[in-house]
T-cell receptor, first 113, second 114 residues
């Protein structure tokens, strides 16, 4: 059974600092997604990672995927207050083009001004 | 392009009742999935439908069921509600059967069971 672990669960950081969120998963998969959720809101897609070594960047966020280590990272560079949210990784456990996202526990990020 | 819509947005029910939630996917999307989000269990996969057929199912009791219509709209039903069913129910849609397309999530239906 596919399991996804995410750490840390909570992250409080100062503006301008860098940090990394980690997402480990238990079985082979090459489809990993990162989402953002603001309080009381739905999930917003951030990154789609579909192959070993994939790296995607958008603004101050960069995501990477290492399928051999079963690890994805979400790196935050020079954090700003607007990045405060909960971040989820999801691994697709569906086969043959079907969908079955297994989500990590989420990382609640708070950026302090 | 309109996003995923869910109705109702908020719902209060009593234990033992049943409830039906509705989801309209993005136009052209034929895959619809449902997720339950609670503070204790996080985001959990319920089921996925494609062309009116359930393709994947999560580890939920049979009280949770769903269906999809020919226009790709989907409904999920929870019978004999329990307090633990209080949650945010999210619907997501995606392109047809193509590997790797991300799912787009609706605003959710917040269900409270009293």
């Amino acid at each position: 059974e596919l399991k996804v672990e995410q750490n840390p669960l909570f992250l409080s950081m100062q503006e301008g600092k860098n940090y990394t969120i980690y997402c480990n998963y238990s079985t082979t998969s090459d489809r990993l997604y990162w989402y953002r959720q603001d309080p009381g809101k739905s999930l917003e897609s951030l990154f789609v990672l579909l192959s070993n070594g994939a790296v995607k960047q958008e603004g101050r966020l960069m995501a990477s995927l290492d399928t051999k280590a079963r690890l994805s990272t979400l790196h935050i560079t020079a954090a700003v207050h607007d990045l405060s949210a909960t971040y989820f990784c999801a691994v697709d456990g569906g086969v043959s083009g079907t969908y079955k996202y297994i989500f990590g526990t989420g990382t609640r990020l708070k950026v302090l001004a | 392009k309109a996003g995923v819509t869910q109705t109702p947005r908020y719902l209060i029910k009593t234990r033992g009742q049943q409830v039906t939630l509705s989801c309209s996917p993005i136009s052209g999307h034929r895959s619809v999935s449902w997720y339950q989000q609670t503070p204790g269990q996080g985001l959990q996969f319920l089921f996925e439908y494609f062309s009116e057929t359930q393709r994947n199912k999560g580890n939920f009791p049979g009280r949770f069921s769903g269906r999809q219509f020919s226009n790709s709209r989907s409904e999920m039903n929870v019978s004999t509600l329990e307090l633990g069913d209080s949650a945010l129910y999210l619907c997501a849609s995606s392109h047809t059967g193509s590997r790797g397309y991300e799912q787009y999530f609706g605003p959710g239906t917040r269900l409270t069971v009293t």
